[in-house]
């Protein structure tokens, strides 16, 4: 059994070589032993008990057992869990405690799943690297892996490496077998960053795809659910169980999701790739240039056809996505006020305005703050036309960009997905929030502007010994085939997941 793959799992469970009770020890034992990577914000393992009663019996009759049957599954600490603490990660909401559940969270438990905890992110998901948490920073066991690395005592906090984000906590979950399959969310690429750090498949399913009900928004127009395996076969498994149209998000696809079964072996022959000349990008490393030239050189072997082709707004891109998501943010954390939503200070109460601005200032760090300060600043009447609104043209460019080169016969691009291996915390953070969220999104938040699908697949090691992540972008509502493209090159690269035997 390949450790840590959902299909493999199943199998087991449903052949009855292994017990519900057994897998998820499994899991735990992995969570607890690796708790210094601190990718749990809040753990529910005491919940296992009576959902382990009720898989156990459907698996011994045989009847009705469910899609997801007994999988351990984790999800990003801003989807919305029924009593349990949903925190963003902020002194904001460090005591709510949903009343319902996101309809991701909820399609789980339907489908047999077991949520074992809520993942550790960036506050609010406001940045790249996790670092940016209540509950202290998520930590890459990748760091293991380091040639000077040999026991956890030895390594200082600087020198950690970051996990990516701002869904960090749920990439490592997944990374370290404490689960077999995690929720993130998307939008500038949130899920495809730390799945690139850790070393496993990260997807971001097409705009409107998978429901956002109950996922606590950044920018409405560019959030999508995010998700994260250790194949793209699983998260095209988990793809089919949370994808269709919701009466709760208006935002959700009218037309029904195909349910999409991957090729037993995939054959890339037909397959026209293109290859954007604008991501050759400043910072791209050596050693990352070396594996998307070598993947390319895979693909064209298995005679595929590869072209150059041209995304010639992508260089706007981030200054857009600065201006709308600030835009967006300013407007959606406007309810954290101290009387609506989240902690109030109520020391402060001595006036509305003073109350207003204390609860703001005790609950929200200062990236939060800095973004809604922008996006004020952004839509003032007097700025709307200059950014706001220039940048929503622009948006539409980059989208025609997309368009264009996809009505040339192009099936999909492949692209890098960082521009480096992670880095450590003490690099990391030598730059400011901002900085460092555009520099870490370059190549993975244009997709979101355009709405489309995207997965980031392992394909190599550093010579750290690190992974390295290359992306796949597709049409709209192309899910299957980019999918089919990552488990081809899995297949081709065999990547040496990361194991929780090594140094502890």
């Not at 390594?155 to 995690?182: F, H, M, P, Q, R």
């Not at 850790?198 to 971001?204: R, S, T, W, Y």
Request: hydrophobic share 35%.
């Amino acid at each position: 059994m390949k450790i840590g793959r959902l299909k493999e799992a199943l199998s087991l469970l449903k052949t009855r070589q292994k017990s519900v009770a057994e897998l998820y020890a499994e899991c735990l034992s992995r969570a607890k032993h690796y708790e210094i990577l601190n990718f749990l914000t809040t753990a529910t393992f005491d919940d296992f008990e009576g959902q382990r009663e009720n898989s156990e019996k459907l698996f011994k009759s045989g009847d009705h057992v469910r899609t997801l049957e007994g999988i351990p599954v984790a999800v990003k600490d801003n989807f919305c869990t029924t009593g349990v603490k949903t925190s963003c990660s902020s002194h904001m909401l460090n005591n709510f405690y949903p009343p319902y559940n996101a309809t991701v969270v909820q399609k789980f438990i339907d489908n047999g799943a077991y949520v074992m905890g809520k993942t550790n992110m960036d506050e609010f998901a406001m940045g790249s690297g996790t670092v940016d948490s209540i509950h202290g920073p998520v930590r890459n066991p990748w760091t293991f892996n380091l040639p000077d690395v040999s026991d956890i005592t030895e390594i200082k906090e600087s020198d950690w490496l970051i996990a990516g984000g701002s869904s960090g906590g749920s990439a490592v979950a997944v990374a370290t077998g404490s689960c077999y399959a995690a929720m993130g969310s998307d939008t500038g690429g949130s899920t495809r960053n730390p799945a690139a750090y850790c070393g496993i498949v990260g997807l971001k399913p097409t705009y409107g795809l998978v429901s956002r009900h109950g996922l606590i928004p950044l920018v409405n127009s560019l959030d999508v659910p995010g998700i994260m395996t250790r194949s793209a076969e699983d998260a095209a498994a988990v793809l089919n169980v949370l994808a269709g149209h919701d009466i709760l998000d208006s935002t959700t696809l009218q037309t029904p999701h195909n349910h999409i079964e991957l090729d037993a072996e995939p054959n890339v022959a037909d397959l026209h790739i293109g290859i954007p000349k604008e991501y050759h990008a400043p910072g791209l490393s050596a050693e990352m240039l070396a594996q998307w030239d070598k993947v390319i050189e895979m693909f064209e072997k298995a005679g595929a056809k590869i072209s150059s082709v041209s995304l010639p707004h992508s260089q706007y891109s981030i200054v857009c996505y600065t201006v709308l998501c600030a835009a967006e943010v300013a407007s959606n954390m406007a309810r954290y006020d101290g009387l609506e939503y989240g902690k109030r200070a109520t020391e402060a109460e001595k006036s509305t305005e003073m109350l207003y601005a204390t609860s703001r200032h005790q609950g929200l760090n200062e990236v939060v703050r800095g973004r809604i300060l922008a996006g004020n600043y952004f839509l003032l009447r007097r700025n709307y036309d200059q950014y706001f609104m220039q940048a929503q043209r622009v948006r539409r460019l980059i989208t025609e960009d997309f368009n264009n080169v996809y009505s040339q016969g192009i099936d999909l691009l492949l692209t890098p997905t960082t521009l480096t291996d992670a880095p450590s915390f003490g690099e990391f953070t030598s730059e400011d929030n901002m900085t460092q969220s555009q520099q870490q999104d370059v190549f993975t938040q244009p997709v979101n502007l355009a709405g489309l699908p995207a997965v980031t697949v392992p394909v190599g090691l550093s010579p750290r010994g690190l992974p390295l992540g290359l992306q796949f972008i597709g049409k709209l509502k192309a899910e299957r085939t980019i999918l089919n493209a990552a488990k081809w090159l899995e297949a081709q690269v065999d990547f040496p997941y990361f194991k929780w035997e090594k140094k502890s």
